[in-house]
Each structure stands twice: as C-alpha cells, then as structure tokens.
C-alpha cells in the first residue's frame, strides 16, 4: 500500500487537506493534470526507491497506488 | 548558469558536437559525451576538457537510434554524474541521394538517428528534468529542414521533424521548468559538409563564408543561459536561409 505516501506527496503538492484525499479521488479533482502525474509518480520513485514505467492511464490515488503495487510485486 | 550542471552532448567526439563539449566543459559543465563509434576521439576530447578545464567529463558509446539503448545509458550517466540539467541532441548522419533512386535503408537511417535518437534522448531525460524542475535542452537541426535542400530529403525531412519535436517538447514542458530551443545551422566546416562543396548554396551565404564548430557553440551556450527563451529555432547560417 502507497496510498499515505501518495496522498501525503499529493497534500504537500496541491495543498489540500490530507484527509480530504480518498482512494477514489481523481487527480484531475485535485488540480492535478497528466503532466504534473507524472512528475509526481518521479517523486514517488525516489521516496519508494523503484523504478516505475507510467505505462498505462491512470485516474484515481487508487490507480496509482495499484500500479506501483503491481510494479514491486 | 552552466557552472557545476551536467550535460549530455550526443555525436560529442566531433565537429560541431566537439565544440559543444569543449564550449559547455569551458564554463563549468561537466559533461558525459555520447559517441556512436570513434572511440579515440570522444576519450581524448574528455581528457582534454578535464585537464584544460577541470569538469568531470565521461564517454559513453550509445547509438541513440536505439530506444533500450538510450535509457540504459541515460541511467548509467544518472549513476555517475547523480543527474543531467542540459541536453545537447547533436548526432547526426547524412545519406544524401535523390529522392527518385533513394534506398528506403537511407531514408531509415538518417530519420533514425537524426529525428527518433533525438526523442529518444528526450524521453529519457525528462524524468530527471522534472525531478529537479529544470532543464535544457537543445536540438541542433539544419537550414535544410527550415528551406529544404536538393538532394537532402531525408535529411531535411528529419531535421525538420526536430523543429516540430522542439516546439511540442518546449510547449508541453514550460511548465515544469523545462527549456527546449533548436539551432539551424547554416554550412559548417565540419567532415560531414565535405560532401556540399560544390552546392551552389555556398556562393549565395550572404556573410560569404562557411561557419565554424565553434560558432555553433557560442550559439548552444547562449540558449543554455537564456531563461526566457523555449520553442525558438535559431539559425547559424551567415544569413543563408533568412
């Protein structure tokens, strides 16, 4: 599970409530577009310390915290 | 500006590109040269800079044709240099040829290293580019792919393939901090102009001579520190293609 240090970079990001972000809250809700998901899933590496190839469309916390799972698995 | 940052100069071991290295190392940046195949010389021009200007410089041999093998490389250079802030697409290849007897191998080639090595350096540098929230790029294209020239179709096709990649990439990026500029050369002196001695062009350079690798340089190095420059084509012809 990544979704606390998803929604923790997201809140320092976007600067809304941490508690405000759900697993199902989509990026393009939080002011977040396809460019800045990226840049964000670059921060996530080095925090997490994979490699993750952003290679399929993601929508929701809950996608991208899927993905980077499948990924480590 | 350049001091203490790192660039990647691919087709770094000559001409033009040699003089990218040598002008990017002589204002302090190190710099990780991409050759495709003279050895001797990428390794000399790094020795040189470093003792004459005390940058860490490296060759890596790459052919950016190859997609794994430009992200491999990108992530050896992150290993040992720690990350990149300015990119110099420079290699490139001619076959020239008229386009009614051209060989598709000579259309394939020059698109390949010339248009899809200078994206696939790109698509591999951005990550790093948007982890620091700065970068540089500059893509040396051609007059050829802004006017055209006979007997050039592959080339200035994807010479001007790399101004719409320029323009795309400098949109799509601002943004974050990202930069992406083209220079148009004109007819440099350089091994790879051998074979346009006799083009008529040469007589019509309105400041009457070719230009010089280091000319190319200065230009490089301006767009480098220049903040509020992106998506811009800057020609270095002598006038040629104004």
Redo the contacts between chains.
């Keep these: 599970m990544y979704f606390e240090a998803i929604a923790k970079i997201v809140a320092e990001r976007t600067g809304c409530e941490i508690a405000n972000i759900q697993p199902e809250s989509k990026f393009s809700e939080l002011g977040i577009d396809s460019l800045d998901t990226v840049e964000l899933l670059m921060n996530l590496e080095d925090e997490i310390g994979i490699e993750i190839e952003l290679d399929q469309k993601v929508e929701t916390i809950g996608d991208l915290d899927r993905l980077i799972q499948s990924k480590k698995g | 500006m350049i001091r203490g940052k790192t660039a990647i100069v691919t087709g770094g071991s000559r001409g033009i590109g040699r003089a990218i290295v040598e002008k990017l190392a002589s204002q302090g940046a190190n710099v990780a040269v991409i050759y495709a195949g003279s050895q001797d010389l990428a390794q000399q021009v790094c020795t040189q800079c470093a003792q004459q200007y005390g940058s860490e410089l490296k060759a890596y041999q790459c052919d950016v044709s190859d997609y794994e093998a430009v992200r491999q490389t990108v992530a050896q250079i992150r290993k040992e240099f720690g990350t990149v802030h300015i990119l110099v697409n420079n290699a490139g290849i001619t076959r020239d040829g008229l386009i009614a007897v051209m060989p598709r191998e000579d259309l394939d080639a020059v698109i390949d290293t010339n248009l899809k090595g200078a994206f696939h350096m790109i698509r591999h540098c951005t990550?790093l580019f948007?982890?620091n929230r700065e970068g540089c790029i500059v893509n040396i294209a051609s007059v050829s792919g802004l006017m055209g020239n006979g007997g050039q179709c592959n080339y200035a096709a994807s010479k001007a393939g790399l101004i719409g990649l320029t323009k795309s990439v400098a949109r799509?990026?601002a943004?974050?901090g990202v930069r992406c500029n083209a220079i148009a050369p004109g007819f440099i002196e350089t091994d790879m102009t051998r074979s346009q001695q006799e083009n008529p062009l040469l007589t019509s350079i309105p400041l009457g001579r070719m230009g010089k690798p280091e000319e190319v340089a200065d230009a490089v190095a301006f767009l480098v520190s220049a903040d509020y420059i992106t998506g811009e084509v800057l020609r270095v012809d002598g006038g040629i293609a104004m």
């Design positions: 990550g948007l982890r799509e990026l943004s974050k």
